[in-house]
Every structure is written in structure tokens, then in C-alpha cells.
């Protein structure tokens, strides 16, 4: 049964912090590209960052490029989104995604398996 776990989600203050986990289970993990996506209340989901199959090479939306580092631990089967300089706009539901497309998939509709999602919220 596939399998994607997030966790580390919670309450930060502006400038703030955290860092989320997305355990993975019942696949190759290592077949399969990871991308961290976001929906906020009202709008449309949108890629953050992603790592691609086989390697750690990693790619990232202009809005979180230089605040937010993704990385895989591929023995863990778990990959790491770092957010740091929160702002209120990054607030929204994280969610991560495994695609098994070769090359930086962002497209949503290239991703073959979502998380659950964990709630981010960035307020004083």
C-alpha cells in the first residue's frame, strides 16, 4: 500500500521556521521524483520545490527560492522541506507528491501519489 506521511506542520510567527517530513512507504522510492506543493484557502495548488529519481539534484518556485531547502534521505525513504523567513502568504496546506516522470516534474497532474497534507500557518 503507497504510502506519504507528512508531519512538522504548526503555528510559526512571521520570520520564523519549520521544517516538514514526508515519509514514504510502498513504493521505489527511489524511482520516483518528490515535490512539496501548497494550497491556500481560496486559491489553486501550487508547486514549492521538488527533488528528481535517482539523484539529489533539487528545484524550487521563485517564491520560496533562497528561504525553503528541500532534501531526500533516500535510506530513510523520507524527504525534508526546510522553511525559513516565513511569511503570512507561505500559510496554506503543504502537501507531498511522488511522480515517477523523469526530469523536474511541477505540473500536479504529473504526480502519481499525494500525502494527506499538514497545515502551515504563519501569523503574529
Known amino acids: 500500500q503507497v504510502q506519504l506521511v507528512e508531519s512538522g506542520g504548526g503555528l510559526v510567527q512571521p520570520g520564523g521556521s519549520l521544517r516538514l517530513s514526508c515519509a514514504a512507504s510502498g513504493f521505489s522510492f527511489d524511482d520516483y521524483a518528490i515535490g512539496w506543493f501548497r494550497q491556500a484557502p481560496g486559491k489553486e495548488r501550487e508547486f514549492v520545490a521538488g527533488?528528481?529519481?535517482?539523484?539529489?539534484?533539487?528545484y524550487y518556485a521563485d517564491s520560496v527560492k533562497g528561504r525553503f531547502t528541500i532534501s531526500r534521505d533516500n535510506a530513510k525513504n523520507t524527504v525534508y522541506l526546510q522553511m525559513n523567513s516565513l511569511k503570512p502568504e507561505d500559510t496554506a496546506v503543504y502537501y507531498c507528491?511522488?511522480?515517477?516522470?523523469?526530469?523536474?516534474?511541477?505540473?500536479?497532474?504529473?504526480?502519481?501519489?499525494w500525502g494527506q497534507g499538514t497545515q502551515v500557518t504563519v501569523s503574529s
Open positions: 507528491a511522488a511522480s515517477v516522470r523523469i526530469g523536474f516534474p511541477t505540473d500536479g497532474n504529473e504526480y502519481n501519489y
Open positions: 527533488t528528481i529519481r535517482y539523484a539529489y539534484n533539487t
